[in-house]
């Protein structure tokens, strides 16, 4: 199998606070990680890749001090979002790849819906 | 940059019927991979089908098969025997042989009418 987990699944939390979201890939090694935001009712939007033991790649616009990445093992990437405004207000989702081959597929997560008050 | 487009933002379909829906990508690579990834209301993504660009043959899953026209860049998927539980949004994604990025379109939101 290939199933990949993130908590929290929601969470809410005051505007000026900071904010971790955990991805973790349980049945499977993981080098290479996703990071996805999804606005209502829209597509995802791939925010940053996560590489097991070196810094994100960030896509362009995506704020890499306000979206700190860490990858700290081959199952586990977190994604915290630093003094958090509404309009980060968002579903994110992660997603894992069990090798480094292109080839491989991407398995997603169960996304986590963040409110910010 | 590579665009994906999905021209129906809604579909229905009557169960045990066929479906299909529709999905064009703007690219000038040609080695590349597509895929069609089911949403359900739970949110999770999952992986319906998936195509390699070199291969001819048209990729098939159970009751989903793809009809890819790589000149026309075109990548539809047909559901056969429609099911209750085929109910969710559908995205079409690309993905550069040699790249990361999955870029996703705007999805169909597939109703299955009993």
């Known amino acids: 199998g290939a199933v990949v987990s993130q908590h929290p699944s929601r969470v809410i939390c005051k505007s000026g606070t900071s904010v971790k979201i955990e991805c973790r890939s349980l049945?499977?090694?993981?080098?290479?990680m996703f990071w996805y935001r999804q606005f209502p009712k829209q597509s995802l939007m791939l925010m940053a890749t996560?590489?097991?033991?070196?810094?994100?790649?960030?896509e362009q616009g995506v704020e890499k001090d306000k979206f700190l990445i860490n990858h700290a093992s081959l199952t586990l990437s977190t994604l915290t979002v630093t003094s958090a405004h509404p309009e980060d207000s968002s579903f994110y989702i992660c997603?894992?790849?069990?090798?480094?081959?292109?080839?491989?597929?991407?398995?997603f997560g169960p996304g986590t819906r963040l409110t910010v008050l | 940059a590579q665009t994906v487009t999905q021209s129906q933002p809604e579909m229905s379909v009557q169960e045990a019927e066929t479906v299909t829906l529709s999905c064009t990508y703007d690219?000038?690579?040609?080695?590349?991979?597509l895929f069609w990834y089911k949403q359900p209301p739970s949110r999770q993504m999952i992986l319906v089908i998936r195509?390699?660009?070199?291969?001819?043959q048209n990729a098939t899953e159970n009751r989903f098969s793809v009809n890819f026209q790589k000149a026309a860049k075109s990548f539809s998927l047909k559901i056969s025997d429609s099911q209750l539980g085929d109910a969710a949004m559908y995205f079409c994604?690309?993905?550069?042989?040699?790249?990361?990025?999955?870029?996703f379109g705007t999805g169909t939101r597939l109703t299955v009418i009993p």
């Open positions: 997603s894992a790849r069990k090798d480094r081959s292109y080839t491989d597929t991407q398995y």
């Open positions: 049945d499977f090694q993981a080098t290479t």
């Open positions: 996560s590489n097991e033991g070196s810094k994100a790649t960030y």
């Open positions: 690219t000038s690579e040609s080695d590349y991979y």
């Open positions: 195509q390699e660009a070199y291969k001819q």
């Open positions: 994604a690309y993905r550069s042989a040699e790249a990361n990025n999955l870029f």
